[in-house]
């Protein structure tokens, strides 16, 4: 087994850069996959440990 601390190629670092400068550019985002009243919090937090999210889940 293989762990890395992120430091032996900086390969992490320039990605982590990269996602910083497409934000600043507002050209990041995540699509949301569903939204649930607050009185479904509940079935948020569920469907979150299922892990087939594929975008944001929103409670609002």
Known sequence: MHFSN???????F??????GA???ARRFW??????FPPAEIAE?????ER???RGL???G
Request: glycine residues 10%; without cysteine.
């Open 6 to 12: 992120g430091f032996a190629d900086g390969h992490r």
């Open 14 to 19: 320039h990605a982590l850069a990269e996602v």
């Open 22 to 24: 497409l934000i600043e």
């Open 30 to 35: 995540r699509p949301i996959d569903r939204t």
């Open 44 to 48: 948020a937090h569920r469907t979150s």
């Open 51 to 53: 892990g087939q999210v």
């Open 57 to 59: 889940l929103v409670v």
